[in-house]
């Protein structure tokens, strides 16, 4: 796992020198993703430069050392990953002739990349990666993300300078443009809580897309292209559903598919361990370790004293059960407070998934023990997991075919009592089967009663629904919530839904969180979820392997059920959260305040300060939970102030 930057001068401007000086700058900046070792090489005649920090994971010796150059000396790799067959894969090459000199993957990739191509062999990678491929021959510059964007790439070219980064730190440090910022894509952060890829923050840099190759060529525009499809996915798995699977033989070949994707992650040369919450995505990944393992594998969880949002007990029996060794760490508001500066700097761009903060917290923990640990991510998005996907089904059912002006009426009746009220109702409701926030939950339910079944998923991912009207002088870009064909691709609400999801919120909110909270503690984070085989596999199952009598990820938890007792593991959906909302009110009040003062906003000049303020008064009363919306912008201007003061500092 590292960190990869560089940039192509296409008019060959600079010398030796100037290129090793800037490429080694850019490479500093993300030291704290390569602890281990860090290394610069140039091609000044056709003004590349490549810098990459490492942190060691497989072939810890020199011979891993980056960038890399090929056997014959003609192609130059600067990656970031992990690929889990590179051992089948060397020993096929082997067989063509090639001879290697370390035991890496990433010499595995690269000699590959000279016998077949950068396409052909990025589609015989399993796992994940950011590509830099150098041809000083062809003077061919490519970039290259693995399937499901769990390794980041920005990239932007301006003139003839095309400049790259695992991070938008790397990219700041080049003087060679200025960065400005993108006001559309802050609308659009706006509505999801994140930047949705193409876009980043500053104008004119982009996200390279999941499972895309970008290609630079002499006299050529960059050109994007896919190597696999998520929606060639969807629809070749939905036109090859297996319709007569048994259960048995459905869970046979999910577990015997996690089984492989979980072993080849555990593939490593440093200590390894797993995340585990307790609920049912990290447990599958943590028992199916223990299967696998000889000894007790390490696990760690986080835990609050709010018990709303407390899942270390639970952590603690899967684990007892299993027999692992495992740690948790119960973290306060002090803890967060000494968290929150620091998440601009991690972040680069706006982005408000408030579970960044326990992200970073249980990485932290687990970094003290191990250098590489598996995560459940992805389960969600494959296995229809999504307390969301069940009642937006629920709501287009029960709407779907009612007058238009009979919903409006229901959703007046809905609004007439405040949330705290509809709080109070539903406490008469036992705590087990009591939604969490449910005041909120029947006013926004109340929002989407107008709506068709896409707009009622859009309302329910949305935070700002009019985003336009808050951020000043953006334009909220269109995306794919907004596409048309994705109807034509799922016609199936579920279905559209699930692909929604693992194309926008999967690759841009979770992933993202999941790296840059990891990397910041130089702690690798494996997804065997969303293995490729793994999620062509899901879209082959008929819905009733996902959603069954009310329960979700059902085909999952009979994998899982295989290790552990069901009782462990029956309770509602909680969510990697933390306690916001009441933060908000206490602890986190003067700093939310202080970015949030009319002044402040007039002065930054990003937001319209009347929204905003009445929003802030209504959640301090505790009339309204407006927690996400404040923390949209708050993380937006606490990354305005870092990303001011960064550009003050390049400017000097």
Not at 87 to 95: I, Y
Not at 316 to 322: C, E, P, S
Not at 374 to 388: N, P, V
Request: net charge neutral.
């Amino acid at each position: 796992m590292c960190g990869i930057a560089g940039f192509l001068d296409r008019q060959g401007r600079g010398s030796a020198d100037t290129l090793q000086r800037l490429a080694q700058a850019m490479g500093d900046s993300l030291l704290h993703r390569g602890p281990d070792d860090g290394g610069v090489w140039t091609d000044a005649p056709a003004g590349l430069a490549f810098a990459q920090r490492r942190l060691a994971v497989v072939d810890l010796s020199p011979m891993g050392h980056q960038p890399m150059v090929s056997r014959s000396g003609r192609f130059i790799i600067n990656y970031n990953g992990e690929v889990y067959n590179f051992a089948e894969m060397r020993r096929e090459l082997e067989g063509l002739g090639k001879t290697f000199r370390g035991h890496s993957d990433t010499e595995v990739i690269l000699e590959g990349c000279e016998q077949w191509g950068i396409a052909a062999t990025v589609k015989r990678l399993i796992g994940m990666f950011a590509i830099a491929l150098w041809d000083r021959e062809s003077r061919t510059l490519w970039l290259a993300r693995d399937r499901m964007g769990i390794k980041p790439v920005y990239w932007g070219m301006f003139g003839d300078l095309v400049l790259f980064g695992s991070e938008l730190k790397a990219l700041l440090v080049h003087p060679g443009w200025t960065p400005e910022i993108d006001r559309n894509a802050l609308a659009a952060f706006m509505r999801h809580n994140y930047v949705p890829a193409p876009y980043s923050i500053y104008r004119g840099v982009r996200k390279l897309r999941q499972g895309h190759i970008l290609t630079i060529a002499p006299g050529e525009a960059p050109r994007e292209e896919p190597f696999w499809s998520l929606e060639e996915t969807v629809a070749t798995g939905k036109s090859n559903l297996l319709q007569n699977l048994s259960d048995k033989d459905a869970t046979d070949q999910l577990e015997a598919l996690l089984r492989d994707a979980v072993g080849r992650r555990m593939i490593a040369d440093v200590p390894l361990g797993a995340f585990l919450s307790g609920g049912v995505d990290s447990s599958t990944v943590v028992a199916l370790m223990q299967a696998q393992s000889d000894r007790p594998i390490k696990t760690f969880s986080i835990g609050f004293h709010e018990g709303a949002f407390d899942e270390a007990p639970h952590a603690r029996a899967v684990a007892r059960h299993l027999g692992t060794d495992h740690l948790d760490l119960y973290v306060d508001s002090r803890q967060t407070l000494d968290v929150i500066p620091d998440l601009p700097q991690w972040f680069d761009e706006p982005f408000a998934d408030s579970s960044q903060i326990p992200t970073f917290l249980v990485s932290k923990l687990t970094r003290n023990h191990v250098t590489v640990a598996l995560s459940g991510d992805g389960g969600d998005e494959l296995f229809a997991g999504y307390t969301r996907y069940m009642l937006a089904m629920k709501l287009w059912r029960r709407i779907g075919s009612l007058p238009l002006g009979l919903r409006n009426a229901m959703a007046g009746m809905m609004r007439s009592l405040p949330p705290a009220s509809w709080d109070k109702i539903f406490s008469l409701i036992p705590a087990g089967s009591r939604p969490s926030h449910p005041g909120d939950k029947v006013w926004k339910l109340a929002s989407i009663l107008g709506e068709t079944d896409d707009g009622i998923y859009k309302r329910l991912v949305s935070h700002w629904d009019q985003p336009d009207s808050v951020v000043i002088g953006g334009h909220e870009p269109a995306g794919l919530l907004d596409d048309p064909a994705t109807q034509r691709l799922a016609p199936d609400f579920l279905d559209r839904m699930q692909y929604l999801d693992m194309a926008t919120y999967l690759p841009d909110d979770i992933l993202v969180k999941v790296d840059r909270a990891s990397m910041a503690v130089a702690l690798e984070a494996r997804v065997p979820l969303i293995d490729h085989r793994v999620v062509e596999f899901s879209w082959r199952l008929p819905q009733h392997f996902k959603l069954r009598d009310g329960q979700s990820k059902w085909l999952l938890r009979q994998v899982l059920y295989r290790h552990v007792p069901r009782e462990l593991i029956e309770r509602p959906k909680m969510g990697f959260g933390v306690p916001i909302d009441s933060w908000l009110r206490g602890p986190l009040r003067d700093w939310a305040e202080s970015l949030l003062s009319a002044e402040r906003l007039k002065r930054d000049g990003l937001f319209d300060p009347v929204p905003i303020r009445a929003k802030w008064a209504e959640h301090l009363s505790g009339r309204r939970n407006w927690q996400y919306l404040l923390w949209d912008v708050l993380m937006a201007q606490a990354w305005l102030e870092s990303h001011t003061r960064r550009i003050a500092l390049k400017a000097a």
